[in-house]
Structure formats: structure tokens, C-alpha cells
């Protein structure tokens, strides 16, 4: 019976062994602004909308990057691969903005029609602005020439 456990026990630190070395890393070196676009733009609760996956394949679609569907930060990582001067960020960082612009349509038609729910996305409508003006200073802090 101690063999069989000292047996199984080597088994199982093998395996984890073996799924430590099978994790996805990804090895690739992303510029400083893709995290900092990630971080103001992927989360809902600082951008006040969600980006999804769809979303995401859209976006690729308007620059010309064929991603393919995955988790969204993957995806969102690849997209931004696909960047590698100021005119496609620009392109880019329009067509998230043209995004932005109609997820929060809706919001401002739901002020319209229910007037006490203004605050709720009177709130979600300025974190999205706020996002829109971030891209610009993104372009002139990480693409300064061109």
C-alpha cells in the first residue's frame, strides 16, 4: 500500500510538473501602451462600457487584422499586435472610439426616456468620453513623430 502511494504521489507531482511547463505564456514583447489602452479600456467599470469579444473581431475587421476569437484579453493582445506605427493606432484607437460612441447611444435614449436613471449613465456616458480623450494623449505620449 506505501508503494502505491509513494507511486501515485510521484504521478501527481509529474503531472503538475508537466501542466507548470504546458502553461500559454506569452513571451511576446508589447509596448508600454498596450497595457496602458487595457487598462482604461477593457475593464466596464473604468471605461463604462464592455468591450466584447465581438466587439473586439470588429474593431480587427476595421484595421485589417484578422484576430481570432479567444479570451478577450488574447485577443485584445493580438489586435494590438497588429499595430506598429501612428497611423494604424490612430485607425485603431477611431475605430474604438466610433465603438464607444455607439454602445453609449443607448444610454443617452434611456436619459431621454427615463429621466431619473440620467445619473447612472450620465456616469457610464463620462467614463466613456473620458476614454475617448485618453486615446489622443495616448497617440501624442507613445507616437509622438508621424
Known amino acids: 500500500m506505501e508503494n502505491l502511494r509513494r507511486e501515485f504521489e510521484n504521478f501527481m507531482h509529474?503531472?503538475?510538473?508537466?501542466?507548470?511547463?504546458?502553461?500559454?505564456?506569452?513571451?511576446?514583447?508589447?509596448?508600454?501602451?498596450?497595457?496602458?489602452?487595457?487598462?482604461?479600456?477593457?475593464?466596464?467599470?473604468?471605461?463604462?462600457?464592455?468591450?466584447?469579444?465581438?466587439?473586439?473581431?470588429?474593431?480587427g475587421d476595421a484595421i485589417e487584422a484578422s484576430i481570432a476569437m479567444d479570451a478577450r484579453a488574447r485577443m485584445f493582445k493580438m489586435l494590438m499586435r497588429s499595430v506598429h506605427d501612428k497611423k494604424t493606432m490612430r485607425k485603431l484607437l477611431g475605430a474604438f472610439a466610433s465603438l464607444i460612441d455607439a454602445k453609449i447611444e443607448p444610454y443617452r435614449k434611456m436619459m431621454e426616456a427615463y429621466p431619473s436613471s440620467a445619473p447612472i449613465f450620465r456616469d457610464k456616458i463620462e467614463k466613456a468620453e473620458r476614454v475617448k480623450k485618453y486615446f489622443d494623449s495616448v497617440l501624442e505620449r507613445y507616437f509622438p513623430e508621424g
Open 14 to 59: 509529474d503531472r503538475s510538473l508537466l501542466n507548470e511547463c504546458q502553461k500559454d505564456e506569452d513571451s511576446y514583447d508589447y509596448p508600454d501602451y498596450v497595457e496602458a489602452i487595457d487598462s482604461e479600456l477593457m475593464p466596464p467599470s473604468r471605461s463604462g462600457v464592455y468591450i466584447s469579444r465581438w466587439d473586439l473581431k470588429m474593431v
